[in-house]
């Protein structure tokens, strides 16, 4: 079988199945492009089709929200497949447009998990285990899903109890990722100064669900599996000049655009560099004020530079002051002072550190790349801004990129990837050990 070319679209199948599974339409003949969406801030994945047809679909199928789809396309960089537990569901139908010769409209998918996240809630009291131990008990008794891999669920450093309180099942799992602390991080404090990092982020990806700390996403080496072993990261690079039918094309930079490189007057008023959190502990009655700079306790970071370069004038002082009431006793049966095990820092570090994520904003598109996926990281080089040495990589705006999310573009002569990427520091590919 021949390989496709980086502008064939070739559907494998493409079909909708009525709600009690009477009846099926191929869609494949009928889809003019198609979207599909992963983003590490998105519990879920999503994806659009616009639809034309030369029969009404709606009413004869007919679709009414629920109805399952499956989706296979032959691409340049491998077959890109949504079956089975994977398929996706109707949530909505937008911009019908119909008339005597066709039918166009929009088909809007989430993955089944989206859809049942509405219809159930999150009961009973969690008793102290590592917070990954609840996220895939959530996952897998709420949430009834088989969509993960233990890998991509990462181990917390530190055990915590709550209770669930009728939640929602997405709305918990994302609220327990500031609570969680990396294995490869410390916690707690040294005297009135707070120690280590926290923050998980929970998202679907074409893998399946992710719990996954921020430490470990920017890392280029395998923290979840205590390896040394780099994962094996694309470069892309950005040409003024393509060569017509290059193998090369296929990892070159058609676009780009940086949407934010620094922001001073926002990280200061989200305490990104320095914050005070003043803890009251209701059981001793005692208000103690703890200080936290993430520039002496961040390790891993995207970029090569060693520290933090920051505005030392500014950034050292505090610039927000945080509070919390202590929670010891809230869990305990009889009302014992029995803590939940969270840090009592665990907000004004997580703030930090998910500020700290997004200092720098990216946007790039590239040819079609369905091997990509949020949460993984990139490569990126760009040429230097210097007339007397053209071709020049810069080593401060290239580097190593976090996927923060993505578009896969289906359409025939525009198989197109677009990406928003971050980063946390810069210069090239990682930080020196």
């Not at 103690?288 to 520039?295: F, L, P, Q, R, W």
């Not at 946007?363 to 071709?391: C, E, T, Y």
């Not at 020049?392 to 580097?399: P, W």
Request: glycine share 6%; hydrophobic share 35%; net charge neutral.
């Amino acid at each position: 079988m021949s390989t496709p070319s980086l502008t064939t679209l070739t559907y494998k199948f493409v079909e909708i199945q009525s709600i009690d599974g009477s009846k099926k339409i191929d869609l494949s003949n009928k889809i003019l492009f198609s979207d599909y969406f992963e983003d590490i801030l998105s519990p879920c994945i999503t994806m659009t089709m616009q639809i034309q047809s030369e029969y009404s679909i709606l009413h004869q199928l007919p679709i009414r929200g629920g109805e399952p789809v499956v989706f296979s396309v032959e691409t340049y960089s491998g077959e890109f497949v949504l079956e089975k537990e994977f398929a996706l569901y109707v949530y909505k139908v937008s911009g019908i447009v119909a008339d005597s010769s066709r039918e166009m409209f929009t088909l809007h998918l989430t993955s089944r998990e989206g859809l049942t996240n509405e219809t159930v809630r999150v009961q009973k009291k969690y008793t102290p285990k590592p917070i990954n131990d609840h996220v895939t008990s959530i996952l897998k008794d709420v949430l009834l899903t088989k969509k993960y891999k233990s890998e991509n669920i990462e181990r917390t450093s530190n055990s915590f109890s709550f209770i669930g309180t009728l939640k929602k099942p997405f709305t918990v799992l994302t609220w327990l990722g500031p609570k969680g602390v990396p294995i490869t991080s410390s916690s707690g404090k040294k005297g009135t100064t707070a120690k280590g990092v926290t923050g998980f982020l929970f998202y679907e990806n074409k893998d399946g669900f992710n719990f996954r700390s921020i430490d470990s996403l920017v890392s280029s080496t395998k923290n979840q599996l205590s390896s040394t072993e780099s994962e094996n990261i694309p470069t892309y690079t950005y040409s003024q000049a393509i060569e017509t039918n290059s193998p090369s094309n296929n990892f070159s930079v058609l676009n780009y655009n940086f949407e934010k490189n620094i922001d001073l007057m926002k990280a200061l008023r989200v305490g990104m560099y320095a914050n005070v959190t003043y803890f009251y502990d209701i059981y001793q009655n005692k208000l103690e004020g703890i200080t936290y700079k993430i520039a002496d306790e961040i390790k891993s970071k995207l970029g090569s530079e060693g520290k933090l370069n920051y505005p030392k004038e500014f950034a050292n002082r505090p610039s927000r002051i945080l509070f919390r009431t202590s929670d010891i006793g809230v869990n305990d049966e009889v009302g014992n002072p029995v803590e939940s095990g969270r840090d009592n820092t665990d907000m004004a570090k997580s703030f930090s550190r998910y500020n700290l994520l997004f200092t720098q904003s990216l946007n790039m598109i590239v040819p079609l790349n369905v091997n990509l996926r949020a949460g993984g990281l990139i490569n990126a080089q760009f040429q230097k801004v210097d007339a007397s040495k053209p071709g020049e990589v810069d080593e401060e705006q290239s580097g190593r990129y976090l996927i923060k999310e993505l578009r896969h573009h289906f359409e025939s002569g525009q198989m197109v990837t677009s990406l928003k990427l971050v980063r946390d520091s810069y210069g090239l590919y990682g930080a020196k050990q």
